[in-house]
């Protein structure tokens, strides 16, 4: 089947390289080798008086797997989380594929055992609510999973990092580790008619194998019991937001939940309305989603396709993470060769690998403290960039305002 072939180079890739490191060690018994790379569990230290580290959900449909690991690959660290969701349309074998990929790909991800692919896929209908069903789930299993992480990030297959984890985690350390960053804003403008009165059902939610949505011939007036905020789908939240919409006691998020399921593209809305109509964390929120985009003009309902033309840009802007590409786009290469010197099938190298490199061994198949972290020069660009979204922040003209 097409969907497993993809599988094989990295079989191979890894295979060679288990041969070439046992040769290497040769007077070692193989399993007491694997063994003696074995971390000790301890050896990820987190809390405030360490580097933080982030939760990564990253999101596909049918035929993405292949994508989906080369994106996992691109943002891999030891002492993150990541949890991989194909949608119910890929078949059985694609899911299974990218698990024993993950694993087999990197020695890292055997040994820190920090990537998870769901089992028991979802709909994920783009215009209903099913896809924001998703995605509490995956922050519900990662809150659960790993008690240690500070952001939860949402990707999908169509996305890239435009700087190593190295940089992230260095930047974000000297943020307030219960900043969200949510694109957002009030002004619905032609939205309201067309977004915010429709009532639609998604039958995602109740049938095994659909993922479409219908509209019902009336319309609801805008809600004025809480005020409706829309933006970017794409999100970082704090762990600390993330526990109070989950696992909280106050009835905001669940009653604005009950609500949204029949709100088109309520991936547009949830969390923006959530967090700017609560008390507790409307001012923790920094108005930008950290994505790069290009739009077309007058813009479409999705960003345009990134390409070379983009790439002197793209790094210029200091922001983290950018979309959309086609699969294999030659400027991924690019983004993988300059910013993150990463090789097709290794992950993006940090403080962290410690194995010599060259043509055949990856840096990071050893490694020794995993809590330290190495920033390169895109970090300064990006630092810029959070000192200018910090003031804002702290002077409050961005955020939340009605
Ligand atoms: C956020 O709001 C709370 C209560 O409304 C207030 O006590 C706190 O000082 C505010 N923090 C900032 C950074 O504005
Ligand atoms: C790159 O993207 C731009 C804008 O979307 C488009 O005009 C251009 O034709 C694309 N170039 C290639 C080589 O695909």
Not at 174 to 184: A, E, Y
Not at 279 to 303: A, G, I, S
Request: overall charge positive.
């Amino acid at each position: 089947m097409a969907a497993e072939k993809w599988l094989f180079p990295i079989i191979s890739v890894s295979f060679v390289t288990v041969l070439l490191f046992l040769s290497a060690i040769s007077g070692f018994t193989a399993s007491s080798a694997f063994f003696s790379r074995l971390p000790d569990p301890a050896y990820v230290l987190h809390g405030r008086r360490h580097p933080p580290s982030f939760a990564y959900y990253i999101s596909g449909a049918r035929g993405d797997g292949r994508r989906m690991l080369r994106l996992l690959l691109a943002v891999y660290h030891p002492r993150n989380r990541y949890l991989l969701h194909l949608s119910h349309d890929a078949p059985e074998s694609e899911r299974a594929a990218l698990a024993s990929a993950t694993k087999l790909a990197v020695p890292a991800i055997r040994a820190f055992g920090n990537v998870d692919v769901v089992g028991k896929a979802g709909a994920m209908t783009y215009m209903g609510p099913s896809g924001l069903a998703a995605t509490l789930n995956a922050a519900a299993v990662l809150l659960r999973l790993d008690k240690g992480w500070d952001w939860f990030v949402t990707l999908t297959a169509e996305d890239y990092p435009l700087v190593t984890q190295d940089d992230l985690i260095h930047v974000f350390s000297s943020m307030p580790r219960d900043l969200n960053f949510i694109d957002h804003t009030s002004d619905l403008g032609w939205k309201e008619s067309q977004r915010v009165q429709p009532i639609i059902v998604d039958a995602g939610i109740y049938l095994s194998k659909r993922s479409q949505y219908f509209q019902a011939s009336e319309r609801r007036k805008t809600p004025d019991s809480f005020k409706f905020f829309t933006g970017s789908p794409w999100v970082i939240l704090s762990r600390s937001f993330l526990e109070y919409c989950i696992l909280g006691w106050d009835n905001l998020p669940r009653m604005l939940l009950l609500y949204f399921t029949n709100v088109i593209l309520s991936q547009e809305a949830y969390f923006q309305s959530v967090v700017c109509n609560s008390v507790e964390f409307h001012n923790k929120t920094v108005n930008n989603d950290l994505r790069y985009m290009e739009w077309d003009n007058p813009p479409q309902m999705e960003p345009l396709f990134l390409n070379h033309s983009h790439f002197e840009k793209m790094c210029a802007s200091g922001v983290p993470f950018s979309r959309k590409f086609r699969e294999d786009d030659a400027v991924l290469d690019s983004i993988d060769e300059q910013i993150l010197h990463r090789k097709y099938h290794w992950v993006t190298p940090g403080a962290w690998c410690s194995g010599k490199r060259s043509w055949f061994s990856d840096p990071c198949s050893q490694w020794k403290n995993v809590n330290s972290v190495r920033p390169g020069p895109h970090a300064e660009k990006f630092e810029v960039l959070m000192k200018r979204l910090l003031e804002q922040w702290k002077s409050g003209s961005n955020s939340c305002r009605l």
